[in-house]
DNA sequence: TGTACATCAGTGAACGCGCGTTCACTGATGTAC
DNA sequence: TGTACATCAGTGAACGCGCGTTCACTGATGTAC
């Protein structure tokens, strides 16, 4: 039966909203088409009417992933003004780190959540837009540090791979010593928020 | 054929190593039993007189890979005295985030391996001895950091989360961009020198 | 020391199952007239 | 505005394939005598 063209587009969205949930929660291999579409409300047969295989959709959930993560860096880099522009970074940071986060079911930053795959799967599509998301990701967080263009940049680097560490390792520990994936959360939040300028202690 | 107990232990010994390396080339799902069996000289149907299942030999790779690293940290950790004992950490950090190991066949840190693995499968058998050896994995750094028990353990845990993100980092993007996974090894390594006292330029 | 035999790791066919993908079919939609 | 018809997203059975695991069988080993 032929459907309306906005309940085409919908539907299409709900296929790309329910790959996002589960591929962040059992990662690109333990969902298969039939598991995405049935969360969908879909039958497994139609999912090649939108995607043209089922890499299209990892690249395409790999997209969508890094613009939400990028518009939300963005939108708080406008939010917070100078002389304290990093009191937003400091924010994303327990933000980023908190336990809620750890705790969803899926990884909420796309890196954490499809690093892994992405090293190891040879499909240049997925590696393609994922590398062009943490370019994206990178420049938008580096918009939110303080200093010249060359050093902010390499601040953002470091403060994302020690960020991207600390809750990769804190997820891989929830099952099996939920006390160490506590520590490295407050260890590491604790750190960054040391070195990062704290705007009250900062010298006037 | 029965074979004589030699033999039955050095060949047990080649489907670990086999499994060793494929694990963290492809990780667990993408190695079946069959591969991993003909990597290692044998056939697929004698996997079961050695391993009660795949994921016991998940569990058993991860305790092999921890055991090994944490045994390099320690011999690291013998090596260097007093009063320049951080010299090691500085060498670790430099060999950590080398191109050598980034560009490695499979990953070499079984942290960077298998985490995403880990924080996703519902094995319990494998969280369990993932944990264990992320346990051990910090105590052994901790060892090398100056500082008292409870500093140099929070600066371990930094540091660790800080190494573990970057190269999670590169080897993602090694496909996709390969000019900034070098940046991000190269801003990391130079960011943690910076902030580990290096001897030359520490107080008199 | 020599012989008969129970043991058990290795082999490869076979098991049921779930995978990504294809396909003939359905029927509401949107268009042509 | 009303009618006839081409379109095409959704359905569910079916495709070939590879998976983890099981099993009957083989035959060198190590033991009992």
Known sequence: MKLSVTRVAENRQKVIDAASRLFRKSGFDRVSVADLMRDAGLT??????HFDSKTALEAEVCRRAFAHSVAGLDGMN???ERPDREAGLRGYVAHYLSRKRRDADGAPCPMVAFAGDVARAPEAMVAGAYAEGVRAYIAALSATVDGDDATARERAICTASTLIGALTLARSLRAGDAALSDEILEAVRKNLRANL??????PV
Chains 1, 2 share one sequence.
């Open 44 to 49: 497994h047969g139609g999912f090649y009417n």
């Open 78 to 80: 406008r939010a917070s």
């Open 197 to 202: 300028p704290d705007g009250t202690s900062s």
